[in-house]
């Protein structure tokens, strides 16, 4: 299998780090073209278009958010060459979703969204089939790891004493606002019911280290409660350690001849 990789961020570096202590290492980078030059040391063969990919390339992986799947995601699956993404969040762009979709279908490729820092999707798969009637996450995380997001236009995150909720909406909306913060709310919504009927809450909590993230769902099939706590990658408190971690899973598990 030949891969290619998209982001050179704290994700797209452990995930680099990862392929080549298994042995596949990825055979190019996909950079933004005015980055060329600056990522000219790099042990990998960088490319600033999907145009310049080599034709033996077989799987993309998007580690770069929102953004580079807005850019490159159409071309890369038009191409026919599949793709596994963490900008999960972005699917919440009706409209690129329908691109996404087509470009796919056209090329005979498939886009897989990686889990990302979240849990129990498996069973939220399942009780869909049954029927589910509400489905609510709720993402908590430490103060500085909602900096650089709409959080700081409400609260004093350098200064904040207790927890606070900043956000208070549907999936979709989540996903739209903090495209850095909420992916995970954005993979409970395509496992469950939907970006605008999934429930999120949103909070900063100086009490905690840890990312927090909670599903309740509740359905035809009972209900259940999942609660995890994450680290984030040392990179970077945005970025979370099972994120990185669940790129590699979708890699072995495709693969691999018996898979769960």
Same mark, same amino acid.
């Given at each position: 299998?030949?891969?290619?990789?998209?982001?050179?961020?704290?994700?797209?570096?452990?995930?680099?780090?990862?392929?080549?202590?298994?042995?596949?290492?990825?055979?190019?980078?996909?950079?933004?073209?005015?980055?060329?030059?600056?990522?000219?040391?790099?042990?990998?063969?960088?490319?600033?278009h999907?145009?310049?990919?080599?034709?033996?390339?077989?799987?993309?992986?998007?580690?770069?958010?929102?953004?580079?799947?807005?850019?490159?995601?159409?071309?890369?699956?038009?191409?026919?060459?599949s793709?596994?993404?963490?900008?999960?969040?972005?699917?919440?762009?009706?409209?690129?979703e329908?691109?996404?979709?087509?470009?796919?279908?056209?090329?005979?490729?498939?886009?897989?969204? =990686?889990?990302?820092?979240? /849990?129990?999707?498996d069973?939220?798969? #399942?009780?869909?089939?049954?029927?589910?009637? !509400? @489905? %609510?996450?709720?993402?908590?995380?430490?103060?500085?790891?909602?900096?650089?997001?709409?959080?700081?236009e409400t609260?004093d995150l350098?200064?904040?004493?207790e927890?606070?909720?900043?956000?208070?909406?549907?999936?979709?909306?989540?996903?739209?606002?903090?495209?850095?913060?909420?992916?995970v709310?954005? =993979?409970?919504?395509?496992? /469950?019911?939907?970006?605008?009927?999934? #429930?999120?809450?949103?909070?900063?909590d100086? !009490? @905690? %280290?840890?990312?927090?993230?909670?599903?309740?769902?509740?359905?035809?099939?009972?209900?259940?409660?999942?609660?995890?706590?994450?680290?984030?990658?040392?990179?970077?408190?945005?970025?979370?350690a099972?994120?990185?971690?669940?790129?590699?899973?979708?890699?072995?598990?495709?693969?691999?001849?018996?898979?769960?």
């Amino acid at each position: 299998m030949k891969i290619g990789i998209i982001g050179d961020g704290a994700i797209g570096r452990y995930v680099s780090q990862k392929l080549t202590e298994k042995a596949l290492t990825p055979s190019v980078r996909l950079v933004r073209p005015a980055r060329l030059k600056a990522a000219k040391d790099c042990k990998i063969p960088q490319v600033g278009h999907v145009g310049d990919l080599p034709g033996d390339i077989s799987l993309m992986i998007d580690c770069a958010g929102h953004s580079a799947l807005l850019e490159h995601g159409p071309s890369i699956l038009k191409r026919g060459i599949s793709l596994i993404s963490v900008s999960l969040g972005a699917l919440a762009d009706k409209e690129l979703e329908q691109r996404l979709t087509v470009t796919a279908k056209e090329g005979g490729a498939q886009l897989h969204l =990686a889990t990302g820092a979240i /849990g129990a999707l498996d069973c939220l798969q #399942a009780a869909r089939v049954g029927g589910l009637s !509400s @489905v %609510t996450y709720v993402g908590r995380k430490p103060p500085k790891g909602w900096q650089g997001s709409k959080a700081e236009e409400t609260l004093d995150l350098s200064n904040l004493e207790e927890p606070a909720v900043h956000f208070h909406g549907s999936a979709r909306d989540a996903a739209m606002n903090y495209p850095k913060n909420a992916n995970v709310a954005a =993979a409970v919504a395509i496992a /469950g019911i939907g970006f605008d009927e999934t #429930a999120v809450q949103l909070i900063a909590d100086p !009490s @905690v %280290t840890a990312n927090i993230h909670e599903i309740n769902a509740v359905g035809e099939f009972g209900q259940f409660h999942f609660r995890i706590e994450g680290k984030a990658l040392p990179d970077n408190p945005k970025s979370s350690a099972l994120a990185a971690m669940s790129v590699i899973s979708s890699i072995e598990r495709r693969n691999s001849l018996i898979t769960i």
